[in-house]
């Protein structure tokens, strides 16, 4: 039997989590307009939010739509204020929780992880794979197709369900899974409200969307380590790599994986992105090139953080950011330089004036 979610519904909603959700959303949004509007009546929103959620009147509202670049063109849709305060207040109590559910080498949005580690696991499992350097090791990598577009709702909201017994809870989910769709799945669902068809998709932008698509993929990284028995697995939001000396094993579970996404998920792997070559021969994994004695950025990825530097200082010479939060920013970029042959993009970083 799957571990149980203590929490209630109150301990989502009650004033003290709502206050403390507000101190974490404000990290690098103070001088944001809509957020310095919604700090004017900071506790009369609050109530307000409270009280509707109380007496579960709350609807999530709408999204913002725009367009960026990173690195390839993506479609954010941005909540309210208000909306995001919540969606903070859920994350609070929920992540912890779930956290524990994941295998370990599931590395994206999960605290004390990230892209570097996962990429420093790929290192070591190919070293333990190839014996140290002395034998062929074979690299299997896939993506899955427009990930964040294609969640289903009523899968999301079915997994939640196994975990979650309060109905309060589930209840307050649907209303946020609810509030975007990128396109009506043909299946009707008497699961799920509004106009008795599943949605699918969810929004780039939220917080609490990051901790859904994990929750939603954990299925398959259980079906991957304990099915497949693939003992060499990573995943990083919709990138995965897996493993093996054995070319043949990974052949013959490119299909097993397929279909699972396709029927447990309604997920697909994209067909132009499935790859299996020898680590030696150069492996691109989260920007990174990895060659059996060496890595190097992939030249995109150096114009992109040099880019993203210039942007971070943008925001700081407006007074969008904080000193201490551009900082941050760059000790991550020169975190990730360290784990490959980054040596003369992290001495033009340093050397640029850009620290304060």
């Known amino acids: 039997m799957k571990i ?51 007496n579960h009147t709350y609807i999530h509202g709408g999204y913002q739509a725009f367009k960026i670049n990173d690195p390839k063109p993506r479609d954010i849709h941005k909540a309210s204020v208000r909306d995001r305060l919540l969606h903070h207040a859920i994350y609070r109590i929920l992540y912890p929780f779930f956290d524990q559910t994941f295998i370990s080498d599931s590395y994206s ?20 794979v190839s014996q140290n350097n002395t034998k062929t090791c074979w690299v299997l990598k896939c993506d899955i197709r427009k990930f964040f577009a294609n969640i289903d709702h009523k899968i999301l909201i079915g997994i939640l369900k196994e975990y ?3 109905k309060n809870i589930v209840e307050l989910l649907k209303n946020v899974i609810g509030s975007f769709i990128s396109r009506p799945s043909p299946q009707p669902s ?50 995965f790599v897996v493993l093996s000396e054995d070319k043949k094993w990974l052949e013959d579970k490119i299909p097993e994986m397929g279909v699972f996404l396709r029927k447990k998920l309604k997920l697909e792997l994209h067909p132009d992105k499935v790859s ?20 190097i950025l992939r030249t995109k990825t150096k114009k992109r953080i040099l880019k993203k530097i210039e ?35 992290a001495r033009r970083i ?3 004036n850009y620290f304060f």
């Open 350 to 352: 340093k050397q640029a």
């Open 109 to 128: 949005c999960r605290d004390g992880r990230g892209t570097h580690k996962a990429i420093n696991k790929f290192r070591s499992y190919f070293y333990r």
């Open 276 to 295: 299996l070559k020898t680590f030696s021969s150069g492996v691109d994994f989260l920007g990174v090139v990895n060659f059996s004695d060496y890595r």
């Open 164 to 166: 979650i017994p309060d």
């Open 4 to 54: 149980q979610l203590v929490h209630n519904y109150n301990d989502i909603i009650c004033l003290e989590n709502l206050l403390l959700a507000w101190k974490e959303f404000l990290n690098g949004k103070r001088n944001k307009k809509d957020v310095q509007e919604f700090s004017l009546r900071l506790m009369d929103n609050i109530f307000s939010l409270h009280n509707d959620l109380s």
């Open 311 to 345: 942007h971070k200082k943008a925001d700081l010479e407006a007074g969008t950011i904080t000193k201490k939060v551009f900082n941050q920013s760059l000790q991550s970029y020169l975190g990730v330089l360290k784990h490959c042959e980054g040596y003369k993009i």
């Open 190 to 239: 008497p699961d799920y409200g509004r106009g008795g068809n599943a949605k699918i998709g969810l929004p780039l932008g939220n917080l609490t969307s990051q901790l859904f698509v994990n929750i939603y993929m954990n299925k398959f990284d259980q079906f991957v380590k304990h099915k497949l028995k693939a003992k060499y697995y990573i995943r990083y939001a919709d990138d």
